[in-house]
């Protein structure tokens, strides 16, 4: 008998919660970033290995919301931890202990399902540095690959017997055009400064696949002309750079050649205002 379920990656912000999705799934699925909150809506990865098939949800970092984005983050990371079957808990080995996932997430209640403790980034902590954990607790690196077959493992036995909810070979469930947004999202983060990132969102206005090369139309979101005037940059050379970077990581998972059309438009206050939150994909659940 197969088993199948669904295991929420939660945590602060920054413990390493989309990388270790993508090192699981082996495919840059998550969008990664040495800065904070990168994450805005959950990413789901799917692993099949032998008997069982892992359907792994990446979430928002749990944090108290300044504005009204993040409140969509912090509900769209309360509603993954609802809905999975299991609950891996991340936090870095080097700040070791985890308070209390209750505490960390302001929940009212325990959580219904299961937590595995996970620590991450073990890779940064020297083997004599290292605490001696709880005998349940699992020590993770996304970087060496260390402590990824014990929580495969681990996983394994929480799961129930089922058959696979989809094919094998399947490594996501989302559309493309939502992997798209996000690489646009995650170039900015790398091309942009300080707390630009954070002003920023995209939106795949078209994607055409039965072009060659991929035919995608996108707007980058800012919320003041100034931040628009810094996006494109001297003679457009940062918007040129960001598009470059952002085509590169689309075709890389599309395996397809890729021409990104890229446009900057002003939404004013955008984090703020519920009707563009909901319009830019903030508003409901995963997609
Ligand atoms: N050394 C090391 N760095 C890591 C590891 N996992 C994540 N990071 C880094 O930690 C930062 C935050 O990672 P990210 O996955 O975006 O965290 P998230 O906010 O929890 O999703 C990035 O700079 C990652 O490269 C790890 O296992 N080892
Ligand atoms: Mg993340």
Redo the contacts with the bound molecule.
């Keep these: 008998m197969t088993r199948c379920g669904t295991i929420v990656l939660a ?1 602060r ?8 999705l993508n090192a699981l799934v082996g495919e840059h699925l998550a969008i ?3 800065k ?1 909150q ?2 805005r809506r959950p990413v789901i990865g799917l692993l099949t290995r032998d008997d069982t098939q892992y359907i792994f949800t ?1 979430s928002p ?1 749990l944090l108290e919301p300044e504005y009204q984005l993040h409140e969509t983050m912090r509900a769209a990371a309360l509603r993954a931890i609802d809905d999975a079957e299991l609950i891996a808990y ?1 936090h870095p080995l080097g700040e070791y202990p985890a308070p209390p996932l209750r505490k960390v997430a302001n929940m009212e209640r325990e959580p219904r399902a299961p937590i595995i403790m996970v620590y ?2 073990a ?2 902590v020297r083997p004599s540095d290292r605490p001696t954990g709880a005998p349940s607790d699992v020590f993770v ?3 060496t690959g260390e402590g990824i077959d014990r929580f495969l493992a681990k996983l394994r036995d929480g799961l129930e017997e089922g058959p696979f909810h989809y094919d094998p070979d399947e490594l996501a469930t989302q559309p493309l055009r939502f992997f798209a947004a996000e690489f646009i999202r995650e170039a900015a983060f790398e091309q942009l400064h300080e707390e630009l990132p954070y002003s920023v969102a995209s939106e795949i206005d078209e994607f055409r696949e039965s072009t060659e090369p991929v035919y995608i139309r996108a707007v980058l979101y800012v919320e003041r002309e100034s931040q628009k005037g810094i996006v494109i940059g001297e003679g457009g050379r940062t918007i040129k750079a960001l598009g470059a970077a952002a085509r590169a990581k689309i075709e890389a998972l599309l395996g397809r050649r890729v021409f990104l059309d890229l446009h900057v438009k002003v939404l004013p206050k955008w984090r703020r205002d519920a009707l563009s939150l909901k319009r830019l994909g903030y508003g409901g659940g995963a997609l």
């Design positions: 945590g912000p920054n413990v390493g919660k989309s990388t270790l990664v970033s040495p904070p990168s994450t990446d970092g991340l991450t980034k890779d940064l690196s996304a970087v």
